[in-house]
């Protein structure tokens, strides 16, 4: 058993819109999730979902949901549901930041 947050890939992404000057069109993302222990002395991890812009000047990814837990996730499917489901809308309707539709991922 573990406990999940989830951030929203549409929340981190509009904040980067909102902070950086995009010379682009379209964002390309490299998504990452592996277990980090926590202690030496406990088999308590963190597995982070994150997200890298890659044809932007990017040097840290964001962190879009994570996964606090004694194991691993034990449903992979459950555990990704809410990120695959940001990006499905992402993918459809694109991002609209302000009163300004950016871009279609």
Not at 3 to 29: A, P
Not at 47 to 57: D, F, R
Not at 81 to 103: P, T
């Amino acid at each position: 058993m573990g406990k999940y947050y989830h951030i929203g890939l549409e929340n981190v992404l509009s904040h980067f819109i909102q902070t950086t000057s995009l010379t682009v069109d379209c964002l390309e993302l490299r998504i990452n999730v592996d277990g980090i222990p926590l202690f030496h002395s406990s088999n308590t991890s963190l597995w982070p979902i994150l997200c890298l812009v890659k044809n932007v000047n990017m040097q840290e990814p964001f962190v879009v949901g994570i996964f606090c837990g004694k194991h691993k996730p034990e449903n992979a499917s459950e555990f990704l549901a809410q990120f695959v489901s940001d990006a499905d809308n992402l993918m459809r309707y694109g991002l609209v930041v302000g009163e300004k539709k950016h871009l279609k991922l």
